[in-house]
């Protein structure tokens, strides 16, 4: 079936614009996740929604940082005020909420912030 | 907190040869531990997860891995690697809030496979 899907896949943005990211869940998965990817930092976690909870946002990075997920399927995570530090590989996963560590990632948005 | 170290940042092996890349966690109960790879360009793969039971758990591709307590270890193996292995290997730990605290990663090793 259908993996984890992720738009856009690349994203250049100037600095200061705010900016939108998608995830698609794969059907079926109630956890959704939000991780970083850059090379100062590797992979960090940033947000972790199950079903239609409230999340805990206590691992964003900074005020700037927002997610929310409608539906308990498609997720955005938004960036205000991009900066230059932003400039990473967002990546989401899913998982099927019994199982929690196993979880399908999607290929990532990578964001640029010129 | 729990946290994993991949003490190798690169491993060069020769097409066919073993492999092994080596992880450390901390963590104060039982761990679930993982294994991933990235392909460049591409998103992350689950190769093999442990959760309990038999401390050999394997996975796809041929990988392998081994849980020691002891040593706070979960080493990845494959008796023979082929090019198409040379990737980024993360080693991951979920945290004690289960999925709340998502994985923590290692910083990754890089394997480079040599004809």
């Known amino acids: 079936g259908a993996g984890v899907s992720q738009s856009p896949s690349n994203k250049v943005t100037e600095k200061g614009k705010d900016v939108e990211l998608r995830c698609d869940p794969i059907?079926?998965?109630?956890?959704l996740y939000w991780y970083r990817q850059s090379l100062g930092q590797g992979l960090e976690f940033l947000i972790y929604?199950?079903?239609?909870?409230?999340?805990?946002k206590s691992g964003l990075p900074s005020d700037r940082f927002s997610a929310e997920r409608t539906g308990g399927s498609v997720s955005t995570l938004t960036i205000q005020r991009t900066q230059q530090e932003d400039s990473a590989v967002y990546l989401c996963?899913?998982?099927?909420?019994?199982?929690?560590?196993?979880?399908?990632f999607g290929p990532g948005t990578r964001l640029t912030v010129t | 907190a729990q946290s994993v170290t991949q003490p190798d940042i690169h491993i060069t092996v020769s097409e066919g040869a073993s492999l092994e890349l080596r992880c450390n966690y901390s963590?104060?109960?039982?761990?679930?531990l993982f294994w991933y790879v990235q392909s460049p360009g591409q998103g992350l793969q689950l190769l093999l997860k442990?959760?309990?039971?038999?401390?050999l758990v394997q996975g796809i591709k041929g990988f392998e891995a081994e849980f020691k307590r002891s040593q706070s270890s979960f080493n990845l193996r494959k008796p023979s690697v082929h090019w198409s292995d040379a990737a980024e290997y993360f080693c991951?730990?979920?945290?004690?809030?289960?999925?709340?605290?998502?994985?923590?990663f290692g910083k990754g090793t890089h394997l480079i496979i040599q004809p």
């Open positions: 996963a899913s998982s099927s909420g019994q199982d929690s560590g196993e979880q399908y």
């Open positions: 059907s079926g998965h109630t956890a």
């Open positions: 929604f199950q079903g239609n909870s409230a999340p805990d």
């Open positions: 963590y104060g109960a039982t761990p679930y």
């Open positions: 442990y959760f309990s039971g038999d401390t």
């Open positions: 991951a730990v979920l945290g004690s809030g289960g999925g709340a605290d998502g994985l923590t």
